[in-house]
């Protein structure tokens, strides 16, 4: 079995919605943050190949749906 990380895409958003609860200055020590308090982050996907199959595992980025 083979594992690959695949970088879908490049992004930035806001250190503190990203970090929740935690203090800047704690999560600041891991993530640098520009002087708009940005933080950038890639979006990865795995894949697995083993023996013939690839398989890959799309973790998603999110999306709050409207529940009604």
Do not use: C, H
């Not at 992004?11 to 950038?40: L, Q, R, T």
């Not at 982050?41 to 199959?53: N, Q, W, Y």
């Amino acid at each position: 079995m083979e594992l690959f990380t695949y970088v879908i895409e490049y992004f930035k958003s806001d250190g503190g919605a990203m970090m929740g609860v935690v203090p800047k200055v704690i999560w600041s020590d891991y993530f640098e943050s520009d002087e708009n308090n940005m933080v950038s982050f890639a979006l990865r996907s795995l894949v697995i190949k083993t023996g013939d199959r690839i398989i890959l595992v799309d973790n998603g980025i999110g999306r709050k749906q409207n529940v009604k």
